[in-house]
């Protein structure tokens, strides 16, 4: 009979001990963290907000980049953030894929845009070579590139938490439409999703920053063609619910939006209006806490300061659409 008390059984444990210890430190170091020091004196932190872009210039990518570029300028902006779908139709072919340069190099040429861009990946991105597209060989290529699957950015008064939400999405995984999805990195999607979940409580609810933003995609929230995704409000929202995320941004839907939350002081802001738009086939425009729709194209900025948040959307020709802010008290050090 085996007696779970032997002596011989206790070197056995203390290994088992410190193997799960290990493991538990292995599963909370996977979002890899950047450090991103706001350049201003005052600590206020400025970037800009783009998704669905890369079309080679077409379907006003360029005048959008413009405005970009001319905002940019005006408000000395930190870094760039790209909500996802970086190249179309399908991603990046490889690491040589000459869309690279001709989608991002050659049209975000702006003095103002020579900054950081912070990127996530999406669906379309998943349609084409994945690994390319976070290959530190692009950003040999442009130096601006940083794309991964999650990560953070601690940008002092912010933390900004990069959410890759392609695999949460069902239909990708039974394609209607036939295509194909490059999931060589997600060998299990419960895994993959179950680990991403845990890691992102972990470090929200450790976080101090003044402000907590998280980037993804996916909507949570939208009245455009592709609306809610379910799969996201059911996962991924109550976790931000419990963790005082300020807001959540996104694209996907071709188009500038913002909702508030019903349950929550979260705003949700779709900035996916880099390119191709105009699709008219929005829907729910009465949707209660909806503050602001525009079809066309266009981007958002964002300024932070320790008590203020400003946001402000900006059309094709740069004329500011919506306006909104909001003050808390800041952190007090402790
Ligand atoms: C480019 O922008 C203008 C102004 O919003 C719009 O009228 C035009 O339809 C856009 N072109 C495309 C291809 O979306």
Known sequence: ??????????????????????????????????????????GSLIFLVVGDWGRRGAFNQSQVAFQMGRIGENLDVDFIISTGDNFYDDGLMGEHDTAFEESFTKIYTAMSLQRQWYSVLGNHDYRGDVEAQLSPVLRKIDSRWLCLRSFIVNAEIAEIFFV?????????????????????????????????????????????ANWKIVVGHHAIRSVGHHGDTTELVEQLLPILQDNNVDFYLNGHDHCLEHISDQ??????????????????????????????????????????????????????????LHRWSTSKQPHLAI
């Open 1 to 42: 009979m085996a007696d779970f008390r032997s002596k011989a059984d206790v070197p056995f444990l203390i290994i088992l001990a410190m193997s799960f210890g290990m493991c538990l430190v292995v599963v909370t170091a996977k979002l890899e963290r950047f450090a991103h020091s706001p350049h201003r004196r005052d």
């Open 164 to 208: 890759d939400t392609t695999p949460f999405v069902d239909m990708y995984f039974n394609d209607p439409e036939g295509h194909t999805y490059d999931w060589r990195g997600i060998s299990s999607r419960k895994d993959y999703i179950g680990n991403l979940l845990m890691d992102l409580e972990t470090v929200l609810r450790e976080s101090t």
């Open 263 to 320: 349950s929550s002081d979260i705003q949700f802001f779709t900035s996916g209006a880099g390119s191709k738009a105009w699709r008219g086939d929005t829907k729910g425009l009465n949707r209660d806490n909806l503050k602001f729709f525009y079809d066309g194209q266009g981007f958002m900025s964002v300024q932070l300061w320790q008590d203020v948040l400003q946001i402000l959307f900006y059309d094709v020709h740069g004329k500011v």
